[in-house]
Every structure is written in structure tokens, then in C-alpha cells.
């Protein structure tokens, strides 16, 4: 009988942890990888019997910074990689039981992720396939903002039409927690995408974001919250390719002080 790890990476993540982490209780082993919470995180966490990791903070923002090592800390070869505010279903935990229990098993599963915004269910941000669950020993995960584990071996979706298998995302983000998010993760993003820009992409990109959420996705049968989320969609692409631009010009470097004299 293959064994599972349950593994969720925390900081200051108390707001959704009490109700992510049972949802996770059936599994062989809850590991909690912490980067120095100053709330109630670590608590939450030893209520539920999770085994406890931390990692030093330091200047690191985001999860990826630690991912890749944290998930080789699982005792389990099959490793469930979950966010602080990510819930799964009772349907998902049998179905991944089933699925690493049968012949010739892929080494990787993209799941579905069910997204809310104002409210709202958003049908056009999904199936939105991240790969989440896979065997750690043919994985490797990149340090870059937003990135997906690199799997030696065959990686499969999860049905879409099983919406019942979907992780529900608990998140109902606010305009000004996505304008914040907004900053800070396109300022992880630019270094990785520097000698990759080209300038007319300030305009054609944020347009094809927005077009590519409200019209393809079918952002546009969402009502009002669809629009907003192609809008701040196109905004996030705007903000990469802007700080870019700013990056090639080495705007932030120049001595401000020679225009002044």
C-alpha cells in the first residue's frame, strides 16, 4: 500500500489553516514547512498532529524559495503539495489512493482548482491544472515565482468533468490584496524574464491577458466580477512588462541627482 504526505508551506497563514489541514487528516503524514510565522500558525498546526519544519525567512517571499527541499523532506514517497488557504475534498483523497495504487501509475497528477472572486465562483478561471501530487523521487522543483515541479516520468490531468475532485482555492481576494500581490510578485517575476521583452509587448500584452480571460475563458458570462478579474488580469501583465522596461533602461540606477544640478 503506497503511502501519502500531505505537505503545506506557511507563513503567518492562520486566517484558512484550521480548515486546510482537516481536510488533510486521512492522509499517512501532515508535514508543515514554516517560514517563521509570528501568529498562530505553528499552533494550528500542532492541534492537528502535523510534523513541524521551519525554514528561516530571511529576504525570501514566496513559497518556491523552499519548495523543492521541503518536499524532499516527506517520509512518504507520494507528496500532496497544498497552499495555506487550499481545501480538498474526501472525493480527492480516495481518488489519489486509487490512482498510485494501480498498475503502471503516472508519476505526476495536475489537479483542478476551483478560484472565487467577489463572491463569486469563477467558471472561467477554471479548471486551472496546477501539478500538486507526484512521487518526490523524480521531481525537482524550481525556486522561480508561480512555477511548476519539472517530473521525470508521465504526468496526467485529473478529469475537469469531476468537479467534485476539484481543491476548492478559499481565497476570495479583495481589489487591494490583488493590487498588493500585484507588486510583489511581478517584482519576483522580472528577474527571471529579463532579455525576454520586447517593447511593443506594453501594449499587446495586457490587451491579449485581458482578451485571452474575459473573452476565451469566458470572463464575460461572469457579470461584473469577471470583468474586474480580466481587468486585473491585464493589469498584472501590464506591471511585468513595465518593470521590464524599467529593468533594460536601468532606471533605478542612474544618479537622479545630475537632473537637479
Not at 480548515?19 to 499552533?43: A, P
Not at 519548495?67 to 487550499?86: F, G, Q, T, Y
Not at 474526501?90 to 486509487?98: A, C, G, M, R, V
Not at 485529473?158 to 476539484?166: C, D, F, N, S
Request: glycine content about 4%; proline content about 5%.
Amino acid at each position: 500500500m503506497e503511502k501519502i504526505t500531505a505537505l503545506v508551506q506557511t507563513y503567518n497563514a492562520s486566517k484558512y489553516l484550521d480548515r486546510v489541514l482537516s481536510s488533510l487528516k486521512d492522509f499517512d503524514e501532515l508535514l508543515v514547512v514554516d517560514m517563521e510565522s509570528t501568529d498562530d500558525t505553528l499552533d494550528i498546526a500542532r492541534r492537528h498532529g502535523a510534523r513541524i519544519i521551519t525554514y528561516p525567512r530571511g529576504e525570501h517571499r514566496i513559497v518556491e524559495a523552499y519548495r523543492d527541499k521541503a518536499i524532499h523532506e516527506a517520509s512518504n514517497p507520494w507528496v500532496l503539495v497544498m497552499d495555506a488557504d487550499e481545501v480538498i475534498t474526501p472525493e480527492l483523497h480516495d481518488y489519489l489512493y486509487s490512482e498510485i495504487n494501480r498498475d503502471a501509475t503516472p508519476r505526476g497528477y495536475a489537479l483542478t482548482f476551483k478560484n472565487f472572486f467577489m463572491g463569486k465562483f469563477m467558471k472561467c478561471m477554471y479548471p486551472d491544472y496546477k501539478i500538486r501530487f507526484f512521487h518526490k523521487d523524480v521531481t525537482t522543483w524550481p525556486t522561480e515565482i508561480h512555477s511548476q515541479p519539472h517530473i521525470d516520468g508521465q504526468v496526467i490531468k485529473i478529469p475537469k468533468k469531476r468537479m467534485e475532485l476539484a481543491t476548492i482555492h478559499l481565497a476570495n481576494d479583495s481589489i487591494a490584496s490583488l493590487q498588493e500581490k500585484a507588486s510583489r510578485y511581478t517584482e519576483s517575476e522580472v528577474p527571471r524574464r529579463r532579455g525576454k521583452f520586447k517593447p511593443i509587448k506594453i501594449i499587446t500584452g495586457p490587451f491579449f491577458r485581458f482578451f485571452k480571460t474575459y473573452i476565451l475563458k469566458g470572463g464575460i458570462f461572469e457579470g461584473y466580477p469577471g470583468l474586474v478579474k480580466a481587468m486585473m488580469d491585464g493589469y498584472y501583465r501590464f506591471l511585468i512588462m513595465a518593470k521590464l522596461e524599467e529593468a533594460r533602461r536601468n532606471i533605478r540606477k542612474r544618479d537622479i541627482d545630475k537632473y537637479l544640478n
